[in-house]
């Protein structure tokens, strides 16, 4: 079950909505706003769920991300990016994705469904 989010994102209004949305749909959540933030908030706190651009101030951190995951295969993932051309890396690494913009409807319902699994 899905209880923990750690949200990687450096657009700080959209950080901002994400936190506010799903902290209102009970979930504990934390923020980062690049990769080392997220990596010492991975050490200290339980975290199921990333939620994660795939671009942090214009660099590709989907090689951090497939650390991350190998380090913690239980940890689910959910990548978004604005950027067409990706999508064939995501899907080759196997993360479920969400072109922005999306609705947050969309990452909800995907969220119950790794609670379901």
């Known amino acids: 079950m899905v209880k923990n989010i750690l949200i990687i994102e450096d657009e700080e209004e959209l950080l901002g909505l994400l936190q506010y949305s799903f902290e209102i749909l ?24 990333i939620i ?12 951090e991300i497939v650390k991350i995951r190998e380090i913690n295969p239980k940890i689910k993932f959910i990548i978004t990016t604005a950027f067409d051309e990706v999508e064939s890396e995501i899907k080759k690494n196997k993360f479920d994705y969400f072109i922005k913009p999306y609705k947050i409807e969309k990452i909800v319902s995907k969220i119950k469904s790794f609670s379901d699994n």
């Open 26 to 49: 009970g979930y504990s959540v934390k923020t980062a706003k690049n990769i080392n933030e997220a990596k010492n908030i991975l050490k200290d706190k339980k975290t199921d769920l």
């Open 52 to 63: 994660s651009d795939i671009f942090i101030s214009d660099k590709n951190i989907m090689e």
